[in-house]
């Protein structure tokens, strides 16, 4: 693909949505980050209501220390792998507190080393809570880039890179946001939803999906929630 083709993709996205941002619910640099680790394999809902109960009782470090690991696997035992999420998390904000003030880091080797905070974490944290023009690839942006040929790559780190390499400039902190809703809505894993997708004219998949083949999975497809996976 090439650049003036990822410019005016880059530019219909933005007009759909100017301001797009992680679905998942928080209000400071450190409820992001909790949230994130949360989401590992869960879906941003589901965090969102662990967290509704979760952050009016804690939303510090010391506040979840204080609450100790088993106060903490109960206000998000919902969420699936809650056990070592909760484990990790209560490692983290003890390292929070005794190496950062009990703040979040800026910087990325700190957010890692972090336990239960690996590469993709690290980016939405340091792009989401600090706008730092991160791209934090999951599953839906891996599949998107390497659909649309917007960035190939055989892992997500390959297109990580390739889109720091090749998104203009001005769409780069906005980029992953809009690569993930349209990988979580539009482009999904299954039957991407070709005739309704914004950028298909632009888009180099060869395998897109017939008008006819959307009216008649209709009915199905209006009940995915396309919720299969989290940003983190
Ligand atoms: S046209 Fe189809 S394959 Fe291409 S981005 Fe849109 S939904 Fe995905």
């Known amino acids: ?3 003036n083709k990822r410019r005016q993709i880059f ?5 759909a949505n100017p301001s797009p ?3 998942l619910s928080y209000s400071t640099p450190f409820e992001l980050l909790v949230a994130v ?3 590992a394999q869960a879906t941003d809902k589901g965090v969102n209501k662990a967290t509704a109960r979760l952050f009016p009782a804690a939303n510090t470090p010391e506040a979840i220390l204080a609450l100790g690991e088993e106060g903490l696997k109960a206000q998000v035992r919902t969420i699936g792998l809650f056990n070592s999420k909760a484990r990790n998390i209560i490692k983290a904000c003890q390292i929070l507190v005794d190496q950062h003030g009990g703040e979040v880091p800026r910087e990325r080797k700190a957010l890692e080393s972090l336990p239960g905070v690996g590469r993709k974490t690290a980016n939405v944290v340091l792009n989401t809570a600090f706008g730092e023009p991160t791209m934090a690839v999951d599953t839906h942006i ?3 880039g390497n659909r649309t040929r ?3 790559g055989k892992t997500p780190l390959a297109v990580e890179q390739k889109l720091l390499r090749h998104t203009p400039k001005e769409f780069l902190k906005d980029a992953h946001h809009w690569l993930i809703l349209l990988g979580r809505y539009v482009c999904t894993a299954r039957k991407p939803k070709c005739p309704d997708c914004p950028i298909a004219d632009l888009c180099e998949y060869h395998d897109k999906t017939p008008a006819t083949a959307i009216t008649a999975a209709a009915a199905p497809a209006a009940q995915d929630t396309g ?3 989290s940003i983190s």
């Open 37 to 39: 680790i949360l989401s």
């Open 1 to 3: 693909m090439n650049d």
């Open 150 to 152: 917007i960035a190939q």
């Open 11 to 15: 530019e219909r996205l933005r007009a």
């Open 21 to 23: 941002t992680t679905e």
């Open 227 to 229: 919720h299969a996976e």
């Open 142 to 144: 891996f599949r998107v």
